[in-house]
Nanobody
Framework: QVQLVETGGGLVQAGGSLRLSCAAS????????MAWFRQAPGKEREFVAA???????????YYADSVKGRFTISRDNAKNTVYLQMNSLKPEDTAVYYC?????????????????WGQGTQVTVSS
C-alpha cells in the first residue's frame, strides 16, 4: 500500500512559479513510476508529467506537450518525495493537481494505469 500527500499548491500570477511536492509512504519508492495529473473544473483528469526508473540510479521524465519546457518533474528517493517545478505559469494551468504512483517502470499517461493517488492540491493562476 502506498499513501501519497501533496503540498505546495496556491495562488500565483501568470508568469510565476510554484513547486509541488508529493510525499510517499511505503516501500520500493525508487522503482515506482511517479506522475502528476491535473483536473480543471468540468474537464477530465489529464496527464502532466511522470518519472520512471530507467535502471541503476537513472530516471526518465516525460511530459504533456502543454507543459513541456515549463514544468520539471524530479524525485528525491532518500525522502520518498517527487516534485513538480512549474514555471511560466498560465491561467490555463489552473486545476487541482494530483500525485499518482504505480509499481514498476512504465510509460504510463492515463489515470487508469495508476494504482495510488493523493488527495490533490489546488493551483490557481490569475491573469
Amino acid at each position: 500500500q502506498v499513501q501519497l500527500v501533496e503540498t505546495g499548491g496556491g495562488l500565483v500570477q501568470a508568469g510565476g512559479s510554484l513547486r509541488l511536492s508529493c510525499a510517499a509512504s511505503g516501500r520500493a519508492f525508487s522503482t515506482h513510476t511517479m506522475a502528476w495529473f491535473r483536473q480543471a473544473p468540468g474537464k477530465e483528469r489529464e496527464f502532466v508529467a511522470a518519472s520512471r526508473w530507467s535502471g541503476f540510479s537513472t530516471y526518465s521524465a516525460y511530459y504533456a506537450d502543454s507543459v513541456k519546457g515549463r514544468f520539471t518533474i524530479s524525485r528525491d528517493n532518500a525522502k520518498n518525495t517527487v516534485y513538480l517545478q512549474m514555471n511560466s505559469l498560465k491561467p490555463e494551468d489552473t486545476a487541482v493537481y494530483y500525485c499518482a504512483a504505480r509499481g514498476g517502470s512504465y510509460t504510463a499517461t492515463t489515470p487508469s494505469e495508476y494504482n495510488y493517488w493523493g488527495q490533490g492540491t489546488q493551483v490557481t493562476v490569475s491573469s
